[in-house]
């Protein structure tokens, strides 16, 4: 027991530090008025720093087996790893500009708050060219089996064996998920990031309404900085190296239809379902008791949610395998955070009511509601696909639906109770 709390304790630790990096981040930003895109990115930079901090020198996860770095063998000579360190850049560089010219095809990067994005990652391309030289010679000389996707990729490129198929699947796999999902993230935290920053403190506490968005809007700047982080810092000595990525199609479909450009929740999409709908704060307004309620709910939701995203540290990221966690909220359920994503959605739209008064308004975005719900249990499952083949995963599985909160609701639900025998008069 004192063995799995102390590993239950390291594995919370870096997030707490994370955490405190962006809370500093946070003071001084709305100390200094500091509200423009770029002091985001310093914002997630000092979220990431004390995480990679702490995961070097407290939680020393370079030292982990799954890293795949031999520390206890002599460092390789150059000799012996300079060939393939060469194929393997010729393949990385050659990833990285295949991104690049996919980013130049798709419109949508170049429109609205994608187009910092591009501005992030076109600024990163010298840094990470430079860098990637010293850090591939060097990891390569410590790595157990160098032979990765990479070079498998730059093998095929020159016309080298080596060019391992299965090796290369993986490796665009996994880069096509880092390429899509960090995009993503680097451009929706400056709108996250300025909401909390330029909100005043006596418009935060005026009342429950906007005490609740200020809070929810700071819990997702924690979401999405956590994720920003989880989705740059893919480095084996760090022990957040993507182990594998789905291989199923329906796992893809799913989680890529509920992110743009390929988002079918958005307004005017399909499962738009807010249509002649009013948010809780318009149907509860004049009620300030059932006000502090449901946004006293929500926050809790919204908590949740970020918690699910903390407990990854340095690990999230979508449609990946980059280790299995069990502590944080997943102690109690496997999925804690499209739970609470989806809670949130139902008890803030109500979807029920519809300021039209129209009957079909209300089946309609009930119905639509209901089939965004199912979209997500269909993630989760595809989800659980993906990581059963390990065995650390199928332990926490079995051990979840036994013990789990929502596995032992449903059961309390489902299970028949004796009929309770009345005496006759």
């Known amino acids: 027991v004192e063995d799995v709390l102390m590993f239950i304790a390291r594995m919370s630790g870096v997030g707490v530090a994370g955490l405190a ?161 960090l995009a993503f993230m680097i451009s929706i935290v400056p709108g996250n990031w300025r909401q909390v920053i330029e909100t005043g403190a006596a418009d935060i506490v005026s009342g429950p309404v906007s005490l609740a968005a200020w809070l929810v809007g700071l819990l997702f700047l924690i979401d999405v900085t956590f994720a920003t982080v989880g989705y740059a810092l893919t480095v084996r000595p760090l022990d957040s190296h993507i182990r594998s990525g789905n291989p199923f199609v329906s796992g893809w479909v799913a989680a890529l239809i509920c992110y743009p450009p390929f988002i079918l929740m958005n307004g005017d999409g399909p499962l738009d379902y807010h249509q002649n709908t009013a948010q809780w704060d318009i149907w509860f307004a004049g009620y300030p008791v059932l006000l502090w309620a449901f946004g006293a709910v929500l926050v809790l939701l919204t908590a949740i949610y970020a918690w ?33 994503k989806n809670a949130f959605w139902w008890i803030s739209t109500l979807p029920f009511l519809a300021v039209s008064g129209n009957p079909v308004d209300m089946v309609r975005n009930t119905a639509i509601l209901a089939v965004i719900s199912a979209i997500y249990y269909w993630r989760a499952r595809t989800e659980e696909a993906h990581l059963m083949p390990d065995p650390d995963y199928r332990a926490y599985h079995e051990w979840m639906e036994r013990n789990g909160l929502v596995p032992r609701f449903v059961r309390w639900l489902t299970e028949k109770r004796p009929a309770v025998a009345v005496a006759a008069e």
């Open 308 to 340: 699910a995203t903390v407990a990854f540290g340095i690990r999230f990221s979508n449609l990946t395998h980059r280790g299995i966690l069990t502590h944080g909220p997943y102690r109690w359920t496997r999925h804690p955070a499209y739970l609470s």
């Open 21 to 181: 990096g962006l809370a500093l981040a946070v003071i001084v930003g709305r100390w200094t008025g500091a509200n423009g895109p770029l002091a985001s990115m310093c914002a997630v930079v000092a979220c990431g720093l004390p995480m990679v901090l702490w995961s070097v020198f407290v939680d020393k996860v370079w030292k982990n087996p799954s890293t795949g770095l031999d520390w206890a063998r002599p460092l390789r000579a150059h000799d012996e790893t300079r060939e393939i360190s060469m194929v393997k850049l010729a393949g990385l560089w050659a990833t990285w500009g295949a991104i690049g010219a996919a980013y130049c095809i798709g419109r949508w990067y170049w429109d609205g708050s994608y187009l910092f994005a591009m501005r992030i990652l076109a600024w990163s391309v010298p840094f990470l060219i430079v860098a990637s030289v010293p850090y591939i010679f060097w990891i390569d000389r410590r790595l157990s089996e160098p032979k990765d996707g990479a070079y498998a990729f730059g093998a095929w490129l020159l016309g080298r064996e080596g060019a391992d198929r299965d090796k290369i699947v993986e490796h665009w796999r996994s880069w096509t998920i880092k390429g899509f999902f």
